[in-house]
């Protein structure tokens, strides 16, 4: 419909010459011809539930798994007829996916994918258990090969590349949280990304319960060694003692002093910073207010940040 649209508006405009109208026309069908090809190769971007199935489980902490699902269906996997394994999950920076089970559409919860969006073949989730969690269950009884169903809708469409260039964008994140930050990370500060259009530099504040819940904290170091200046990271570990303290650990819950002292020693100016929250629902409500409330409320804006700089994922 778009295509359609924007080939009455060239025709409209007489001044443009015959040639370049035809040029132009010929490039919307281009575009349409790549558009319908994608929509059939990546049903899932469409809204289409689409089963795909589980190719490796990989333990990462005492209560967390990494989840590789194929691109390709089952079927097609074991007969090797698709060319989806020549596919990247192609959603944009940063957005989700709805999960649910395939034999159970009731249970329905979106994951961040963690995996390069440069990937092709395959894409990661980064997965809690939860010992009451119905979703939780689900993905502990997977096998090799066992589907589950995944697709998008504008909802799950959050801050796009670039994300509007703001001098700083503060990531405040905890546990699982890291997923929507990381993806955005991987995009700016990733090894095969050539990153022209970004110019914020980032300071993540990611807390978790234990040193062994830092999840991708080689790849986040390694991402801050590359770019020193543009990217800092401070991990809050609520269980850690003065003893085991490091030069990028602060003990205890990510809270009021904390961010505020961040804030202080990294000069992040509150008039020109977004700030990114994601966590469990305690998480949003001490530092932002309740995640589906557009208004916000606790530490960020007791520290005096705008409403429309905070971004609640």
């Known amino acids: ?26 490039l919307l069908v281009a575009i349409a011809k790549v558009s ?45 007829t698709s060319n989806n394994c020549n596919l990247t999950l192609g959603i944009g920076i940063c957005s989700c996916l709805l999960v649910s089970p395939s034999n159970n559409r009731e249970i329905v919860r979106p ?30 009884k997977l096998n090799i ?37 990381f993806q955005a990370l991987q995009r700016i500060f990733g090894e095969d990304e050539d990153d022209k259009e970004s110019t914020s530099d980032v300071v993540l504040v990611f807390g978790c319960h234990k040193k062994s819940d830092v999840y991708l904290k080689k790849k986040l170091e390694k991402m801050k060694g590359r770019h020193p200046n543009r990217l800092k990271i401070v991990y809050a570990i609520s269980s850690m003692n003065n003893q085991r303290r490091g030069s990028n ?22 008039r020109n910073c977004q700030v990114w929250v994601c966590g469990p629902p305690k998480f949003y409500n001490d530092l932002c207010g309740p995640r589906e409330e557009t208004k916000l409320s606790g530490i960020l804006n007791e520290l005096g940040f705008k409403e429309e700089s905070v971004i609640k994922f």
């Open 111 to 140: 994951f961040t994918p963690v995996s390069n969006r440069n990937k092709v073949g395959s894409f990661s989730l980064l997965v809690k258990q939860y010992p009451n969690g119905s979703m939780s269950k689900e993905f502990s």
């Open 1 to 26: 419909r778009l295509v359609i649209r924007l080939s009455m508006m060239v025709h409209s405009q007489s001044f443009l010459s015959l040639s370049v109208q035809v040029s132009v026309l010929v």
């Open 145 to 181: 090969g066992d589907e589950m169903l995944f697709w998008q809708i504008p909802k799950n469409i959050k801050e796009q590349y670039p994300f509007g260039n703001p001098e700083t964008i503060l990531m405040l994140a905890a546990g699982t949280g890291i997923t929507p930050m």
């Open 249 to 270: 650990f602060r003990m205890g819950r990510i809270n009021k002093n904390m961010v505020d002292s961040i804030c202080s020693m990294e000069n992040i100016d509150r």
């Open 36 to 80: 319908a090809s994608e929509s059939h190769e990546r049903p899932w971007i469409q809204g289409i539930p689409t089963g795909l199935p589980l190719v490796s489980k990989k333990r990462i902490s005492h209560d967390t798994n990494l989840f590789e699902f194929s691109l390709t269906s089952k079927e097609s996997l074991e007969s090797k």
